[in-house]
């Protein structure tokens, strides 16, 4: 090519122009195209439900209105229990959870996090505590607590209820997970801020109290609300000690009318309870993000 | 005059390395002292020696002829009385410009609440921030945040203030406001002990100018001297590299 | 024990009719098959060709099984098959046994297995999604405690509502705890009969409800202290409300006939009998006591 060409190449404006088909997607094509896809996913997922050879079985065993209902609100005289009952004693045993969890996580926590000479053997209890639990599958310590402590005879301790005994067995596992959280965040709140406290002459604990932990409880909670969406499916654990929730009601229906359908009636129930959980933590994340994003 | 802060062959290891390596240097009242040295040089390590951010391994600090360095020093009180600002600001981000100059006289020195506040503001209203005290720091340019910052550590009325390279991550345009309020201090008699860049302030501010490199105080005079006449071949290389 | 919910219709008199309903039933599926005929096709109605796939839970108990080995043909289910299996003419090494939890025995879709024998109770809500055999038990259940508890000497009607019960999931003995004692404290279900047993043994449940013979074998044998002292006993058994165990099949499963015709087999030649005086007599004479 001439120098001359080149030139006239040069004044040649560029294209810019996205390739025809990627052009279908922009603007109101683009929803349109969205709405395509989600049909053609949607219907591909209901056309396998319903044509698969074993489709009709699992829609009855799994997805059957009557059996759904019927387990849903159970029947004593048959001695079917609830599996919205059975919730209830899901919800509340999480909520108490929830608050012990929030308490002994941050002892835990602190303890491990302090500096006094004094606290050695704590800091070293809470962290042999915390690697303990948190390599220990759940169901043992289960195990652990509600066939352990009956079997020691230790009077009041040994002579707890099904509910006490799971609520000690999720306190215990999912503090050890909620004191590392809390020392994550602890530990991401910079170091320039404790030093800015301290020169104030701030104590050890009003430096925490009032400067560390109310920024660490920012970073925090998207990661505490993802332990308490696992805390609250493993309220199902209960059922070990004989506890009926609904995992469980749903089991004894399964197993008298030999229909699964009360299952997915609990599945669904508890989907119920977490989705808001998850979308709230969702909208927590999102919004740290533009916080900083925004800072930054 | 009175001694306030004296330093005496204060030695500071990190490990094997020696950051301070027997510095010594005193602070009178009324008197502004400017470090000034290459990054690196320890200035920042004396100053956080000084409050007791650091501990130090060898020789004496001592605050109105008390011994820090003593086992039955609470360093919380001796901290009350020595201001410190950062060359990051440092402020609270979950506190409005108010709470954070606040934060020192309410939990650390217990003092009375509407008192207290009044006081704050009327330091807000001679930096020019009042009607700022309810925005958040990250609200503020770089220039307001850091003399909120001064007027933080000013707050717990100290006997002296402690400042590292306070307008280092200043934008340019910023840093001349800074400045004003630290001459503004030192006319008006506050202690300051003083880790800088800007030798001209320097020049204008300082009682006395020290010089430190790599740990050794390697001289210390008034401005004249160190600026015009320094003794050293170091103290000369320093100055012609920053001018 | 691994039963469910009773038949509930009509409590009264159930007793008599669970009676017919084991003549009448065998009765009626004998007319259209004869032995000479499901030898011939036994054959190609099995899962797996040439064996006879017996599926029973893992571990197995007493008096059902013997050492929890159901291929040794000792306890009254393992006894069972193989003389089915006899008079079906299919030979003893061609029994194979596979493992098969309660819990999977009911699942949709192809069963591995000819069929399930597992202490199994007939239910007419089960029977529509797996077809049973007919009777080869009729079971009553009773009541299992350590012989320390207040429950020993004090169980009235009225008595018996106060007490802590436990069970395993889906056992007939859960259904009736709820169904006819009704206790004021609701019953522990527990995944696994252990589970129930362990929960007896340190005292955590008063009593649990099970079939008498397996209950007998527990007071008799299975629960004991850490000195090997047996601690349970057997507090009495409830009138007959018309339970019996069935095998389980594959819903519709052609092999169910011949099966049955095989159980009528053994009934009418004292078959049945002998092998349930021979492993379960000396567990079933129990005090009945009236819930």
């Known amino acids: 090519m001439?120098?001359?060409?080149?030139?006239?190449?040069?004044?040649?404006?560029?294209?810019?122009?996205?390739?025809?088909?990627?052009?279908?997607?922009?603007?109101?094509?683009?929803?349109?195209?969205?709405?395509?896809?989600?049909?053609?996913?949607?219907?591909g997922l209901v056309a396998v439900f319903y044509l698969a050879p074993g489709g009709a079985s699992v829609r009855f065993f799994f997805f059957n209105p009557h059996h759904m209902w019927h387990s849903f609100i159970g029947d004593p005289?048959?001695?079917?229990?609830?599996?919205?009952?059975?919730?209830?004693?899901?919800?509340?045993?999480?909520l108490v959870c929830e608050v012990l969890v929030l308490f002994f996580g941050l002892i835990i926590a602190w303890t491990r996090m302090s500096q006094s000479p004094v606290l050695l053997p704590f800091r070293i209890l809470s962290t042999t505590y915390t690697d303990v639990f948190r390599g220990i599958p759940i169901l043992l310590v289960f195990f652990l607590v509600g066939d352990g402590l009956p079997a020691l005879q230790l009077g009041f301790l040994s002579n707890q209820s099904p509910a006490v005994y799971g609520c000690m067995s999720l306190t215990i596992t999912y503090s050890a997970y909620v004191a590392e959280v809390y020392r994550a965040g602890i530990n991401s709140v910079p170091h320039g801020q404790t030093l800015a406290a301290r020169s104030l002459g701030l104590t050890h604990y009003a430096t925490m109290r009032r400067v560390i932990l109310p920024q660490a409880v920012r970073t925090v909670i998207p990661p505490l609300l993802n332990d308490f969406i696992s805390l609250q499916k493993d309220t199902a654990l209960l059922s070990i000690f004989g506890a009926i929730e609904a995992v469980r009601a749903a089991g004894i229906y399964a197993s008298t009318e030999f229909n699964f359908s009360g299952y997915v009636v609990a599945a669904l129930l508890f989907l119920i309870l977490t989705i808001p959980m998850t979308r709230y933590t969702d909208h927590l994340i999102a919004r740290d993000r533009s916080l900083r994003l925004a800072a930054a | 005059m009175e001694t306030v802060l004296e330093l005496n062959a204060v030695v500071k290891r990190f490990g094997d390395n020696e950051v301070l390596r027997g510095v010594s240097l005193s602070l009178h009242r009324h008197e502004v002292v400017c470090l000034i040295g290459a990054s690196g040089s320890g200035k920042s390590t004396l100053l956080r020696c000084a409050n007791l951010l650091e501990t130090v391994d060898e020789g004496s600090i001592s605050l109105f002829g008390q011994s820090l360095l003593s086992p039955h020093i609470d360093p919380d009180l001796v901290r009350r009385h020595i201001g410190m600002v950062f060359q990051s600001f440092n402020l609270f981000p979950h506190l409005s410009v108010l709470e954070n100059i606040l934060i020192g006289p309410l939990h650390a020195l217990k003092r009375d609440g509407d008192e207290v506040r009044e006081e704050a503001l009327a330091l807000l209203e001679r930096i020019g921030l009042r009607d700022r005290a309810d925005d958040f720091p990250d609200r503020l340019s770089g220039g307001q945040q850091q003399r909120v910052a001064i007027v933080r550590a000013l707050a717990m009325r100290p006997s002296l203030l402690l400042?590292?390279?306070?307008?280092?991550?200043?934008?340019?345009?910023?840093?001349?406001?800074?400045?004003?309020?630290l001459r503004d201090l030192a006319r008006s008699g506050t202690t300051m002990l003083i880790a800088t860049h800007e030798m001209n302030f320097a020049r204008d501010v300082a009682h006395q100018v020290a010089y430190l490199d790599h740990g050794v105080l390697v001289e210390q005079g008034t401005p004249e001297q160190i600026f015009v006449s320094p003794r050293h071949e170091a103290t000369r290389t320093f100055l012609d590299r920053v001018r | 024990m691994r039963n469910l919910r009773i038949a509930l219709a009509g409590l009264v008199g159930v007793?008599?009719?669970?009676?017919?309903?084991?003549?009448?039933?065998?009765?009626?599926?004998?007319?259209?098959?004869?032995?000479?005929?499901?030898?011939?096709?036994?054959?190609?109605?099995?899962?797996?060709?040439?064996k006879l796939t017996v599926a029973?839970?893992?571990?197995?108990?007493?008096?059902?099984?013997?050492?929890?080995?159901?291929?040794?043909?000792?306890?009254?289910?393992?006894?069972?098959?193989?003389?089915?299996?006899?008079?079906?003419?299919?030979?003893?090494?061609?029994?194979n046994w596979v493992t098969e939890p309660f819990d999977s025995s009911y699942t949709p879709g192809t069963k591995k297995f000819d069929f399930d024998i597992n202490e199994i109770s007939y239910t007419a809500a089960r029977a529509m999604v797996v077809t049973f055999s007919n009777s080869y038990y009729d079971v009553q259940q009773s009541i299992v405690a350590l012989k320390t508890n207040r429950i020993v000497k004090h169980h009235t009607r009225a008595d018996l509502k106060t007490y802590q019960y436990g069970d395993q999931i889906g056992t007939t003995g859960l259904s009736f705890i709820n169904s006819f004692i009704k206790?004021?404290?609701?019953?522990?279900?527990?995944?696994?009969?252990?589970?129930?047993?362990?929960?007896?043994?340190?005292?955590?449940?008063?009593?649990?409800?099970?079939?008498?013979?397996?209950?007998?074998?527990?007071?008799?044998a299975?629960?004991?202290?850490?000195?090997?002292?047996?601690?349970?006993?057997?507090?009495?058994?409830?009138?007959?409300?018309?339970?019996?165990?069935?095998?389980?099949?594959?819903?519709?499963?052609?092999?169910?006939?011949?099966?049955n015709v095989a159980l009528a087999a053994l009934k009418t030649d004292g078959t049945l009998t002998k092998l349930q005086n021979k492993w379960l007599n000396i567990y079933t004479s129990v005090p009945v006591i009236k819930p």
């Open chain 1, 2 to 43: 001439s120098l001359e060409q080149e030139a006239d190449a040069l004044q040649t404006p560029p294209r810019l122009f996205l390739p025809r088909r990627r052009q279908l997607l922009i603007g109101r094509r683009g929803l349109v195209a969205s709405t395509l896809s989600t049909l053609l996913v949607l219907g």
């Open chain 1, 77 to 94: 005289r048959q001695g079917l229990s609830s599996v919205g009952r059975g919730l209830i004693v899901n919800i509340w045993i999480f």
């Open chain 2, 163 to 181: 400042l590292d390279e306070v307008t280092s991550a200043l934008d340019p345009t910023l840093v001349g406001e800074v400045l004003d309020l």
């Open chain 3, 15 to 50: 007793s008599t009719i669970g009676v017919a309903t084991l003549s009448s039933g065998l009765a009626a599926n004998a007319s259209s098959y004869s032995l000479a005929t499901c030898k011939t096709t036994i054959a190609a109605q099995e899962y797996a060709k040439g």
């Open chain 3, 56 to 95: 029973t839970d893992n571990p197995v108990y007493t008096p059902w099984f013997v050492n929890n080995k159901p291929t040794n043909g000792k306890g009254y289910e393992s006894a069972l098959v193989y003389a089915i299996a006899k008079t079906l003419g299919v030979s003893t090494s061609n029994v």
């Open chain 3, 183 to 220: 206790p004021t404290k609701a019953a522990r279900v527990y995944s696994t009969l252990d589970q129930a047993v362990a929960q007896l043994q340190n005292g955590r449940i008063d009593a649990l409800v099970i079939d008498t013979p397996t209950g007998q074998y527990m007071a008799s």
């Open chain 3, 222 to 259: 299975q629960i004991t202290d850490k000195n090997k002292k047996l601690i349970a006993t057997q507090v009495g058994q409830f009138p007959s409300v018309g339970e019996h165990y069935g095998l389980l099949f594959q819903k519709n499963s052609p092999l169910a006939g011949c099966v």
